[in-house]
Each structure stands twice: as C-alpha cells, then as structure tokens.
C-alpha cells in the first residue's frame, strides 16, 4: 500500500517533509514528488501548486508513475460555514465545484449521476478514529473547490447552494481525478480564515499552524490504516461503455427498480418472486443494494443507458468464494447485446480489482445467458441439478467460468461436491441478451 499526499503549497508540505523517513525526490511535469516512510507506510508527497489543473495533473502522475492505492489531500482552507474556527479541521465527506456548471459532470464525461464526488468511506473511518485521538475540533461534511477568492456575495450564494463547510481551490479536482480512475480519496483541511477573520494576512499568519494540524491528523489517519491495510478494491466504481453507464442504485431509484424486478417474464429465472409494489421496491433497493454499498468493496451495478441514466437492469457478482455474476434486464431491451456490454465491463472492473476468478450459472432452460456469458468470455465446465431455493424447484444449472490468475483451466469445484448429480454436457447454445 503506497498513500499519495497531496497539498497545495510549500508551507503545508513542509510539515511532512519534517518527519518524512528515508526521502528520495523525482522530478516531473515540473513538480518535487518525495518518495519516503510515514508511520510505517510508503508514501509519496508533494505541493502541486493553487488551483484546480495543477492538482489534478499531480493527482494523475500520482496514480499513473507512483502508483499510490489513495490519495489524502492535506493542508488548509477557508470556513464557509459559521460555526467553525480558526484551526478547526474539515475531512470532506463530498467535494463539489462551486464555479462549474453541474451538468458538464452529468451530461459528459465522467456521466456522474450527481455533481458531487464522495470520499472513500474507509478513509473517512479512519479519520473518525483519527479525530478522536488528536483532541481538536474535527468536523465531517462537505467542501467545495473554485478558483476564485470568496468575498461576501459569493459567500451566500455558495451557501445557499452548496451548505459547505470550506472552501478551496484543490479538493474537488483531486476528487474528480481519483473519481475516475476508482482510486480512494480524502481531503483533510484545516481552517486558516473565516468570513469574520479573513484577508490574505489572516491566512498567512495562520498557515504554519493550520499546516502542522493538517499534518498531525493526516498522520493518525496513516496509523489506522498501517492496523488495517487500505484494499485494492472499492464499492461498484463508475464504469462506462459505448451505450451504457454502469452506476451505483440510488435511493431515487425505487420505481425503476420496481419496473426490473416486477415482471414476471424476467424473473422467471432470477432467484427471488417478482416484486408486487413499490414498497418491496423500496424494501428491496434499501437491503439489497444500498446497504451493500457500505461494505468497504463490492460489484452491484444498475445497468442505464446513457440517454437519460435510469436503472433498466443490473450485474453483481457475489462477495462468497464463488465470485458468481449475477444479471437481468428489462426484457423490452432484450436482443440488443446489452447484458453482454455490461457484463463485459464489470468482468474487467473485477480482474483490475484483484478477483482471481469469477463463475456464473444458468438454468439449461434459459440458453440465451450461457450465450451472454460465452460472449464475455466465460467457459463452460459442468452442470449440476439443485432443488432452486426459494421456489422450490428442480433446475439443471450449467456452470461457466473466467479465470484471471493461475492455471486458466481450474475450475470452480464447490457445486459439483455439493450436488451428487453432476455432469458434463455437449450442448449448443443459442440466441443472446
């Protein structure tokens, strides 16, 4: 595990540089990075310089030459939100810009389903635990990021807007670089001057201070990480295609995934009854998928079409040793490959992860996903019969398989030790999703 930190300027480094362990420095792109040891954790640090390019240039050489599995952004911002104080510390639960139009982030690419990039739930725990052991005040919520010097008009208007509780010119461009490239990120800022102390001189009288705080906390952050080492893999990232956006479900979702899992056509060999309302649509969004996205990594996607970004199917791979991709999909979008699109992507998302393998099964009497899964990939290696639970039923499963590392050959053996009637089938399939 290799921590990428990043700060704004020279003064905010420095602080690291202080107690960074067996320094090496590399030059690039015009930039110091300083390689070392923090705490016991490779680390590689640098000042990228104000505003919202240079930190996302640092950002990207970072993950690309460094190959950092996170990126803490430390150092100091302005309080927006009046009930904070000088050397008060925000960790950034969301980084939002306050000066770009919201729907270049959702009509273009990256196609967010909100204008708002969210901080790595791990690294956030981390900085909870962290928060209580430094004895200041820590608060937890939004920041936003413009390159602009906030005066009182502004400040209004960006609060009613966005309610953040600082303000910078970095945060949310590192965000969005880490966004994209499905790396975990933090900022952790303290505050060097408020609406009631502010003025250029306030920062800089301030900065030193408001530097080491930053420095301190980010510090901590690494101590709990060193107790638990921060996974490769995060929570279902954003994943794109030609025609698709393969996203996280939303609390607003509910009707579309009533319109998915409803009707019985599709369902017919999904493992679950057809939902009969929207409050088993809700029921179902809450405890299958949004509780889901609280584990620390995980693949349970909505499949949207880039048109207009509504759920109209889904692809998941199970957390158990089997790694089984699961798929459906609205049947009026049958017969134009779109299951095979989605799946192919999550398929690379999991090998890009780490997963060493990943099986998927299907009743003989549905060809047309062993058809989606040859297309993707996947080989057949045997078929079982299993008393389908919870309908109750006698189903012949045919069982496929993708191995990423190892002996490509090795199969999945758990279903053909489990169930005493297995086999090996010469079939052909037909039709496709």
Not at 7 to 18: M, Q, V
Not at 36 to 63: E, F, R, S
Not at 202 to 220: G, M, Y
């Amino acid at each position: 595990m290799r921590i990428g930190i990043l700060c704004a300027g020279d003064s905010e480094l420095a602080p690291f540089l202080s107690c960074l362990e067996n320094p090496a420095v590399t030059e690039k792109a015009m930039l110091k990075f300083y390689e070392g040891t923090l705490c016991g954790i490779p680390v590689t640090a640098l000042y990228c310089g104000v505003c919202k390019v240079n930190a996302a240039i640092a950002v990207q050489i970072l993950i690309d030459t460094f190959r950092v599995d996170a990126v803490i952004n430390a150092g100091t911002a302005g309080g927006m939100d009046e009930r904070l104080e000088i050397f008060d510390t925000v960790a950034a639960q969301t980084a939002a810009y306050h000066d770009v139009a919201e729907d270049i982030l959702t009509e273009f690419h990256p196609w967010m389903p909100a204008p708002r990039f969210l901080s790595d739930p791990r690294l956030l725990e981390a900085a909870r635990t962290a928060a209580r052991r430094l004895g200041r005040r820590i608060w937890f919520g939004p920041v936003v990021t413009g390159e602009q010097f906030i005066d009182q008009e502004h400040r209004e208007e960006i609060l009613e807007q966005f309610a953040p509780l600082a303000a910078d010119m970095e945060t949310a461009a590192a965000a969005h670089v880490c966004y994209v490239n499905q790396v975990p990120f933090l900022a952790l800022r303290t505050i060097t001057d408020t609406a009631k102390n502010s003025g250029v001189g306030t920062f800089e009288e301030n900065c030193q201070k408001a530097s080491a705080i930053a420095r301190d906390l980010t510090l901590l952050v690494l101590e709990e990480l060193k107790k638990e080492p921060l996974p490769l893999r995060v929570n279902t990232p954003l994943l794109v295609t030609d025609r698709l956006i393969l996203r996280r479900f939303e609390p607003g979702d509910v009707q579309a995934v009533y319109e998915i899992f409803s009707d019985p056509t599709v369902n017919r060999f999904l493992p679950w009854y057809p939902l009969k309302d929207l409050s088993q649509a809700r029921q179902y969004l809450e405890e299958h998928f949004l509780s889901f996205y609280e584990k620390p990594s995980g693949f349970r996607y909505a499949v949207c079409k880039k048109e207009d970004g509504i759920p109209i199917g889904y692809v998941q791979i199970s957390q158990d040793d089997s790694h089984d991709l699961g798929y459906g999909l609205r049947k009026e979008f049958w017969g134009q490959q779109i299951t095979t699109e989605a799946a192919r992507a999550v398929l690379a998302q999991a090998k890009a992860s780490g997963l060493p393998f990943v099986t998927a099964t299907h009743d003989k009497n549905n060809p047309a996903s062993g058809r989606v899964m040859e297309h993707i990939g996947m080989t057949y290696r045997y078929s079982y019969v299993e008393q389908w639970q919870p309908k109750d039923i006698t189903v012949t499963f045919r069982m496929y398989q993708i191995n990423f590392q190892g002996d490509p050959g090795a199969v999945y053996r758990k279903y053909w030790e489990m169930y005493p009637e297995h086999f090996v089938e010469t079939f052909q399939t037909e039709n496709t999703v």
